[in-house]
């Protein structure tokens, strides 16, 4: 409006997927589908934002994130943006945990974050989650602490919920170096299940992830349902270096699974632990390098010096992607004996090996394309996908619009 | 547009409520989720309208209103608003029904309606309801008439719909004092179903309502599913006064359900009737009280004289409201004999005693605590939720956001 | 924007039907739902398009097409629009086959496209189905070619999907005669399914159509589930006439589906061929006749002179349309022997015959008036709905917005 209290935006997050899986390995009896062609509506969102002097409402739908998409919701809150540099939140929001769910899904190097930062996500935060709490950020700094309730949709999903989940989520970094040619970025991401959403089978847990594509619906490597949980909590480094056109950046997180007393009355019910960590590197070939964003703690994508222009010889931006990235879901296990034998979880430990290229012709359009490769070992409680360990081969592609 | 044609608006309506039940008494066997701590994402909805010349057309998508939240529906309708203070639609709506019904949700005293309100909305009324009719009004009188059809869905949640219902909604009121600190609403609201949807089941009726809050989704009292039913209908008086700062306003609805020839072939079937009613007052404490609306026949909310501004001392509206409601669902009892007996219904009573408080910081803003207290006799027809009679306490607060 | 780089629009499409069957035939044991009164939710879309410079990104969610409606999407992609007269996308599209599919739905003569029209567009074309290719036209030609893949939402409604459909669209057509009183089209269709989705059924088939309305979900004529299909592919002519106010348009179609090796493997495997045709109709009694549309490369609806305006006898437009309709599921059979028999399809032959009245006040809204009268042979694979032929008739109306 004219005196600039009222304001009203329409945005849009559209990430279509193409590409398949060129080969999935000898069968061996073992089930799943990795076609060689698919076709996935990954993001299909529509950001709409009320602002009213400082106080903001912000409905985002959603048409993508499952399967083959669907209609849903991405986000529904209000923001209290009174405070220089800072914003608190109450309603369904992204409160962001590890340095990949920080950035942007805009300016991911790979289609998907790496499979640790994914089941850290799940533990408290993750897509549309009732959230109370606030960021605020320094040039060099960036603190983000949220309590968390359930999902939009737990309670549709399984109608026994009679309990809502409390979590929460603390991530704290900073920028110890921050020169035209080095950004050097430390931090640490934490966060906690206090308790689990209670349901029919009790307070669960269920960890699992794709082979960083979502061009299957399988996942090769799961913790099963763990029950009687006390508590769920994930703590680990971040670390981004960037030196010129030249960024690398890696985490690591520790997964702690508390089992509660009636546990143990059923068995062997020892506490679990899971890890993952990844190491990815970026290098811009043509245009602007990733560049450090104070307001997120992370690095944004690279952006074109002139956009696309055949007739000009204007070619936007260009970069190079590579990671190495384990998620390991095996915890108190002896030898090959089943896990049972000490309640333990053989889960199994997946490595993902991905390179790729990522093409921005204009700030508002983007082209990847992924090669993958992934390894998993033999998992007890991912179905009869991956009963013997299993080499998958993928070939992706993202057409990518942000307004 | 320039010539003042064309026009098009975008609106949101968010309530997120987050509460939960204290105590909901001893179970002796009962079953039922009444969670200490609930999030319910209660109405998400983004009214779009698009008029050109006296036509409006008016989509409101909704992603609230079941459970937890789902994407769905909330009207899909064009208006004709060329004769003066009068609508004429055609399309998905929610004809207006009761005093509490005519109200807009945004300015509710309580989280929800009086259960009696809800009940006769389920009827032949309602969210997203095939419509045609239209309303008019003056500055003293309010005349909404409507013919319905079956609501948006019904045939997509049980498609064996092979017949549509046919309704209709009256409503009259009058205003017959208005003055600078009193305002006395009369009136009067009908509704009938003619013929209900022709389902696998034949022509039934099942009449329920949650405990007054959306934080769970049970219902202790229920008419169970009635068979063979020829038609239902409600009628039944409004009144409202407002003193100054003082406003209290009651209903009371009666509830008809006439059987067809072939109920009493089975058994005693005899005609059923229902009723119940609710006083309700809200003291202003701080802002303008809360002011006649002649185009809705109904008061609407408090609104600040000055939006909260904590450096000047500003603190916008607040209201004080206590309400008293009762819903009766038995019929035709016999003593305590089993409802059979006499083929009446025993649903259950439900009275709900409830307090609260709301905060107005701006025009677009508020936030609401409220206690109930919930009493309801035994039901036959509501499942194992209340077979022996149940008291339950509920502490409820919702944040909404409405542009 | 000021720069004319950037714009968002928001537009709709709402298309609310009534109506029903006044008579469905003699039953003889045979089912079905055609209800004497019915409501739908037919198209209930939100066309939001962002464009920077020559791209464009469209996003269209839909809440109707469903039984009774659902929250959905019509369309995601991103249009280049750079090269005069052409657009060439990618993402989730309805890629063009048959005049009928040419029509914006906003203008189609009746409620309905002719059952060959719908049944060609289910083979690789059709809503949201991922498309990759363009069109172009001159004033008096049309080209549009496209490669399509699996439709949205096909692996969410079956988790089986293991491989996803590969196809075409090929439109190719011409104006012969484009004076003042008179326009010829001709035209030429064709589509192919290379692979259809690989589910837990194999690479199936099944083609069917509801009577040319939406007011039953009941299928007369259907293909029943063809397994073993190697490919599917579609042919056949267009054309259309205008002289002054009078338009005669036309359509056939061959569809062909050829099966693979191991369907004859498990007995007879004929490859088997369908086929449908339609001539219709429209006369403009008052405003301006139906006129070309050379970017679709099909007429386009009436216009009104003047628009609705009782004061000053002004009437909008109004057209009288008739339609005769055929489409013949039978295929390799041998007199009433069973088509197990012969490896052949009983699926049964439908005509139906159309009239009706549609009524354009203004631009941005119509009203039609629509009597069908459905004829059907026997179908073996058809459920119970159609075993011994049926004779039904219909009264339907639509009441509809466009912005």
Redesign the interface.
């Known amino acids: 409006s004219d005196d600039g209290l009222y304001a009203?935006s329409?945005g849009?997050v559209?990430h279509?997927d193409?590409g398949g899986f060129p080969s999935s390995g000898p069968s061996d009896g073992q089930t799943g589908?990795?076609?060689?062609?698919?076709?996935n509506?990954r993001r299909?969102r529509?950001p709409?934002t009320?602002r009213?002097?400082n106080?903001m409402?912000s409905?985002t739908?959603e048409?993508g994130r499952?399967?083959?998409?669907?209609?849903?919701?991405y986000e529904?809150?209000?923001v209290y943006a009174g405070v220089r540099n800072s914003q608190f939140v109450?309603?369904?929001y992204q409160p962001r945990v590890t340095m990949h769910d920080a950035e942007s899904s805009n300016g991911f190097m790979f289609m998907e974050r790496a499979s640790v930062s994914e089941v850290v996500r799940l533990i408290a935060a993750g897509d549309t989650r009732?959230t109370f709490g606030g960021r605020s950020h320094g040039e060099r700094w960036y603190l983000g602490a949220y309590l968390t309730?359930?999902t939009?949709?737990?309670?549709?999903n399984d109608?026994?919920?009679?309990?809502?989940q409390?979590g929460s989520v603390l991530r704290v970094t900073g920028r110890p170096i921050a020169t035209k040619t080095t950004d050097l970025h430390i931090g640490v991401s934490s966060t906690m299940s206090f308790k689990r959403n209670?349901t029919a089978r009790g307070r669960v847990l269920s960890l699992s992830d794709r082979p960083e594509t979502r061009l299957t619906?399988e996942r090769l490597i799961s913790t099963g349902t763990i029950t009687d949980v006390k508590n769920v909590w994930a703590i680990g480094p971040e670390i981004g270096l960037r030196y010129e056109n030249a960024l690398i950046q890696a985490e690591y997180y520790h997964i702690g699974v508390d089992r509660n007393a009636s546990a143990s009355r059923k068995g062997p019910a020892p506490d679990l632990g899971f890890q993952g960590y990844y190491v990815e590197g970026s290098y811009t070939l043509l245009g602007k390098p990733r560049r450090y964003s104070p307001k997120d703690g992370a690095f944004a994508a690279p952006a074109p010096n002139e956009?696309f222009d055949l007739w000009h010889n204007h070619w936007g931006a260009l970069e190079l992607v590579g990671r190495y990235s384990v998620m390991d879901f095996n915890s108190h296990l002896r030898g090959s004996l089943p896990a049972s034998a000490t309640g333990g979880v053989r889960g199994g430990v997946q490595t993902v090996w991905s390179g790729g290229l990522d093409w921005y012709p204009?700030r508002?359009?983007r082209i990847q394309l992924q090669y993958n490769h992934i390894e998993a070992t033999r998992s007890e409680t991912a179905g009869s996908v991956n009963t013997r360990g299993r080499r998958i081969d993928m070939i992706g592609s993202r057409?990518q619009?942000a307004?």
Do not use: C
């Open positions: 009203f329409a849009l559209m279509l193409i589908r990795f076609p060689k062609l698919n076709e509506a299909l529509l709409l009320w009213y002097g106080l409402a409905l739908p048409w499952t399967v083959d998409g669907t209609a849903g919701l529904a809150n209000m109450l309603g369904y009732m309730g359930q939009y949709g737990d309670r549709t109608p026994t919920v009679s309990d809502s409390v209670q619906n956009e204009s508002h359009y057409f619009a307004f």
